[in-house]
């Protein structure tokens, strides 16, 4: 049996945390409770917005539940609902060494979290009949491998086919040389662009940042504002 790995743990821990708010949750196991963070700078949740006390410690159970099975030393959860309430906790070590705890205060990357706005982003352009998901890429961005075949649809599935330019060993040392390196759009995709496509447009699933890169010039173009 393949072992589960961190991003299915997490994309299990959504799921999970999808249904404790739902009517028809499950009830709560015992498990650590997370620490609530403290809030300001202009953060909404504040004491009194929360959510009512047993839904937020059925998330308590599930967001530690989750983090102890994927390893993960420690993360920032916050679940917010127009209406209804928000809740923010954060859970685990920010520093193994020193045991230091998770918290507001602490600075953390974005990263990969910019997938879910990107997409979002593409999806209210289509909604405004600005741009369409069974668009071919060549329609907005020339130069793309197999261009004419790849949807905006399949890019934002993670089903175009194009090699992932973050296992091109090139880039992999590029940026291990220089970590704050700066990058842009054209630079990384360039990395993938030498190797060839990994399967047709469609025919199966894979994890690939060059999809993204390539959605975020497409809102570019269409919208004329810089994404970043």
Same mark, same amino acid.
């Not at 299990?12 to 403290?38: I, Q």
């Not at 839904?55 to 983090?67: G, I, P, Y």
């Not at 998770?102 to 352009?125: E, H």
């Not at 959605?215 to 004329?224: A, M, P, S, Y």
């Given at each position: 049996?393949?072992?589960?790995?961190?991003?299915?743990?997490?994309?299990?821990?959504?799921?999970?945390?999808?249904?404790?708010?739902?009517?028809?949750?499950?009830?709560?196991?015992?498990?650590?409770?997370?620490?609530?963070?403290?809030?300001?700078?202009?953060?909404?949740?504040?004491?009194?917005?929360?959510?009512?006390?047993?839904?937020?410690?059925?998330?308590?159970a599930?967001?530690?539940k989750?983090?102890?099975?994927a390893?993960?030393?420690?993360?920032?959860?916050?679940?917010?609902?127009?209406?209804?309430?928000?809740?923010?906790?954060?859970?685990?070590?920010?520093?193994?060494?020193?045991?230091?705890?998770? &918290?507001?205060?602490?600075?953390?990357?974005?990263? &990969?979290?910019?997938?879910?706005?990107?997409?979002?982003?593409?999806?209210?352009?289509?909604?405004?009949?600005?741009?369409?998901?069974?668009?071919?890429?060549?329609?907005?961005?020339?130069?793309?491998?197999?261009?004419?075949?790849?949807?905006?649809?399949?890019?934002?599935?993670?089903? &175009?086919?194009?090699?992932?330019?973050?296992?091109?060993?090139?880039?992999?040392?590029?940026l291990?040389?220089?970590?704050?390196?700066?990058?842009?759009?054209?630079?990384?995709?360039?990395?993938?662009?030498?190797?060839?496509?990994t399967?047709?447009?469609?025919?199966?699933?894979?994890?690939?940042?060059?999809?993204?890169?390539?959605?975020?010039?497409?809102?570019?173009?269409?919208?004329?504002?810089?994404?970043?």
């Amino acid at each position: 049996m393949r072992r589960r790995t961190p991003r299915r743990l997490l994309a299990t821990a959504l799921l999970l945390a999808a249904a404790v708010l739902a009517p028809a949750a499950l009830p709560a196991t015992a498990a650590p409770v997370p620490v609530p963070l403290r809030h300001g700078g202009g953060d909404d949740c504040r004491d009194g917005d929360g959510l009512p006390p047993a839904m937020a410690e059925r998330l308590d159970a599930t967001v530690e539940k989750v983090r102890r099975q994927a390893g993960i030393p420690g993360l920032v959860v916050s679940v917010r609902m127009p209406g209804k309430g928000c809740y923010v906790r954060a859970t685990g070590v920010a520093d193994k060494r020193t045991g230091r705890p998770m &918290s507001a205060d602490g600075y953390i990357r974005i990263g &990969s979290g910019t997938k879910a706005f990107t997409v979002t982003a593409l999806l209210q352009l289509v909604d405004e009949g600005k741009a369409g998901l069974d668009d071919p890429i060549d329609d907005y961005v020339r130069g793309v491998p197999n261009g004419h075949r790849i949807t905006l649809r399949q890019l934002a599935g993670m089903r &175009s086919g194009l090699f992932p330019y973050t296992a091109d060993q090139d880039f992999v040392r590029d940026l291990l040389s220089d970590p704050k390196r700066p990058f842009d759009p054209w630079e990384v995709l360039s990395y993938g662009y030498r190797h060839a496509n990994t399967f047709e447009p469609g025919a199966t699933f894979q994890y690939s940042n060059s999809n993204l890169v390539l959605l975020g010039l497409v809102i570019e173009k269409v919208t004329g504002r810089p994404l970043a």
